[in-house]
């Protein structure tokens, strides 16, 4: 095997813009070498987002770069010169931003990526990409992709976008979050795809991202960031040890609990009852175990599952969205499939849905009309004490600071999120849906997620369903869990005996993705 190669050095690299009171960037510098993977791991304004621009040329009005580049054996050039664009470099984006045109057929998108960077005809580029495709294992088949992005799924157009990558035969691919939004076995099969590819064409590899997972499967050399500055870099073994940076250590948390109390099985009548449920899709002709279980005040259930597994659907369903094919739901000790839409809204407000979609909260309303407006109409509440409750729940998410009067719509979504677990507290809702409400956050973000959604278990004792494809997330805010695949339910239990020795594929897959060191790998 051949030694490395130097591919690109980068020299105090500075990015700015025109008025803006510092630099996004200053003072980088970075190498490069064939078949090397480098991780930049920070959070959103550490910096990563200003190279990740300046690497695909994407420059903005008013920006202003220093420092220098240099690829190769080839003499240093200013690093401005990026921003026209450099063939041996690929991008790989996140798939779930808007990048796409939602209702155009995606190969056609591809073929026009590759033919634009490789200044070749269409039918050669299609041609390229669809190779390209083909030599990544586990990926989807090339007819998948005549169909518009909007169909298809974020999962499935990650792979096209890596496979447009690739098809470039670049020397450098530039990854930009292009996991984020995935559930760890879709991340960690698409990881092992590039790693493959990267291991036969030697490839150099610069992914940026929020989370250290990635750098843990990559075995890559972590970069961290942090207002635009180096904090340091490292292994990630030297870097998840305790005489790392106080801020690298925010990233390196451990989101399971080893060690933690069971929480017991929960008290009084069941808060939820489902009895038989079949979540089998129209002409749908599969046979499924229909769903049956219970969950208690105070007690924490998991359902874990990828993609597909029909977790989603049995939250819809939960929540009254949408009417089973078969079966009972008893919330309340009330049957919800004989109520009307009327009556099972008032009762839907003992329901709190926390979830990982901003838009769930309306954009046209203020913080204060965001966490006042579940008490208004049942408890006909004053405006002082409306205010107290308010006030108090936005004080234990940490938003006491948040102006009352913003607009929803210009939050951050960390913001957005927290200010949904504050509405949930001051519902006092019987039971919480916590819908991966983490879910695309940077690692410090997700861990004060998961800290508030414990703190709202622990002190006012709702039953609680997690619902996420991440078993360290389960581990971490459940104890009992139910594992589906297809809209079944493929196996049920304390997560400890799950991890412990999980008896089904599905499960072992979901472990080892998540959890890998429970299953030797």
């Known amino acids: 095997m051949s030694a490395p190669q130097r591919l690109m050095l980068l020299r105090d690299i500075a990015v700015g813009r025109q008025r803006a009171h510092g630099p996004e960037l200053d003072e980088f510098s970075l190498s490069l070498d064939s078949g090397e993977a480098v991780v930049l791991l920070g959070e959103a304004g550490s910096g990563k ?3 990740m621009r300046l690497l695909c040329g994407e420059g903005s009005p008013g920006e202003t770069v220093a420092g220098t580049v240099q690829f190769g ?10 921003l026209q664009g450099r063939d041996r470099i690929a991008y790989w984006p996140d798939a779930s931003m808007p990048l796409l045109s939602p209702h155009a057929p995606a190969l056609a998108q591809f073929a026009r990526i590759v033919s634009h960077k490789t200044r070749t005809s269409p039918e050669t ?11 990544l294992s586990g990926a989807p088949p090339l007819a998948i992709f005549v169909q518009s992005p909007a169909a298809i799924g974020t999962a499935l157009l990650a792979w096209g976008l890596l496979a447009a990558a690739l098809a470039q035969s670049p020397e450098i691919l530039v990854a930009d979050q292009p996991l984020a939004q995935l559930s760890p076995a879709a991340a960690r099969a698409l990881i092992d795809a590039v790693m493959a590819e990267q291991k036969r064409l030697g490839f150099g590899l610069l ?10 499967w990559l075995g890559a050399r972590v970069v961290v960031l942090k207002q635009g500055r180096v904090v340091e870099e490292g292994s990630v073994a030297r870097l998840a040890g305790e005489q790392s ?12 609990r080893d060690g933690a109390q069971p929480r017991g099985q929960g008290r009084g009548e069941p808060v939820l009852q489902v009895y038989g449920l079949e979540l089998k899709r129209k002409g749908d002709k599969q046979k499924r175990q229909p769903l049956t279980f219970a969950l208690h005040r105070s007690a924490t259930l998991a359902l874990i599952g990828d993609d597909g597994s029909g977790r989603r659907a049995l939250v819809r369903t939960l929540a009254g969205l949408q009417r089973p094919q078969a079966g009972r739901i008893v919330f309340d000790s009330v049957d919800i499939g004989i109520l009307t839409q009327t009556m099972l809204s008032r009762l839907r407000r003992r329901l709190a849905m926390i979830t ?5 909260l309306d954009p046209r309303l203020t913080v204060a009309d965001t966490v006042e407006e579940p008490l208004r109409a049942p408890l006909n509440l004053s405006r002082e004490l409306l205010a107290a409750y308010r006030d108090t729940a936005l004080k234990r998410v940490g938003l006491s600071s948040l102006p ?9 979504s960390f913001d957005n999120r927290r200010l949904q677990i504050a509405r949930a507290i001051a519902a006092a809702p019987l039971l919480v849906i916590a819908d991966e409400p983490w879910r695309g956050l940077e690692a410090p973000a997700q861990n004060a ?11 006012e004792g709702p039953a609680f369903l997690t619902v996420t494809a991440d078993f360290a997330v389960a581990q971490a805010l459940a104890d009992e869990a139910l594992v589906l695949e297809n809209g079944s339910v493929v196996e049920r239990g304390a997560i400890a005996d799950l991890l412990r020795a999980p008896q089904e594929e599905a499960t072992r897959r979901l472990v080892r993705a998540a959890l890998p060191e429970r299953l030797g790998g």
């Open 49 to 51: 987002s200003a190279l």
């Open 73 to 82: 054996h080839a003499p240093p050039e200013p690093a401005a010169m990026l």
């Open 125 to 135: 580029a299609r041609t390229e990409f669809a190779l390209a495709l083909e030599r």
């Open 207 to 216: 992914y940026a991202a929020t989370r250290p997972d990635i750098a843990k």
């Open 245 to 256: 940076h106080a801020y690298t250590r925010t990233f390196f948390r451990p989101t399971t």
């Open 356 to 360: 990982g979609d901003d838009a769930v």
């Open 404 to 412: 009352v009067d913003r607009p929803v719509k210009h939050l951050s």
């Open 449 to 459: 997620i998961q800290d508030l959604l414990r703190d709202f278990r622990s002190q």
